[in-house]
C-alpha cells in the first residue's frame, strides 16, 4: 500500500509564493512511479491536473498556471514539489499529490492519491 504525503499548503496574499511536497510512505516510493503530478479543486469545480512529469512526455502544465508553478523532484526523487509563484486568488483550492497511473493524449488517471492540502490566496 503506498500513501502520498503532501505537506506546504497555507494562506498566502496574491502575488505570494508557496511550495508544495509530495512524499510516499508504505511500500512504494516517488523515484519508481512512471508520472507525478499536482490537482487541485476549488469549491463547485472539478478536479484539474495542474501540473504533471510523465516518463517519455515533456513536463504538463494547464496554461491557467504556465509561467507561475514549476513541478520538480529532488534529486533522490523521492519527493516531488510544486513551486507556485505569482498566487492568484483564482490558484485558491484544495491541491492534491498523485502517482503513477495511467497517461495517455490528454488524460492522466493516477493510481494513488494523496489527501489534499488547502491552498487559499487572499486578495
Known amino acids: 500500500q503506498v500513501q502520498l504525503v503532501e505537506s506546504g499548503g497555507g494562506l498566502v496574499p496574491a502575488g505570494g509564493s508557496l511550495r508544495l511536497s509530495c512524499a510516499a510512505s508504505g511500500s512504494g516510493s516517488m523515484s519508481s512511479m512512471n508520472a507525478v503530478g499536482w490537482f487541485r479543486q476549488a469549491p463547485g469545480k472539478q478536479r484539474e491536473l495542474v501540473a504533471g512529469m510523465f516518463r517519455g512526455r515533456n513536463t504538463y502544465y494547464a496554461d491557467s498556471v504556465k509561467g507561475r508553478f514549476t513541478i520538480s523532484r529532488d534529486n533522490a526523487k523521492t519527493t516531488v514539489y510544486l513551486q507556485m509563484n505569482s498566487l492568484k486568488v483564482e490558484d485558491t483550492a484544495v491541491y492534491y499529490c498523485?502517482?503513477?497511473?495511467?497517461?495517455?493524449?490528454?488524460?492522466?488517471?493516477?493510481?494513488?492519491w494523496g489527501q489534499g492540502t488547502q491552498v487559499t490566496v487572499s486578495s
Open positions: 498523485a502517482g503513477d497511473g495511467y497517461y495517455g493524449g490528454s488524460a492522466y488517471l493516477p493510481e494513488y
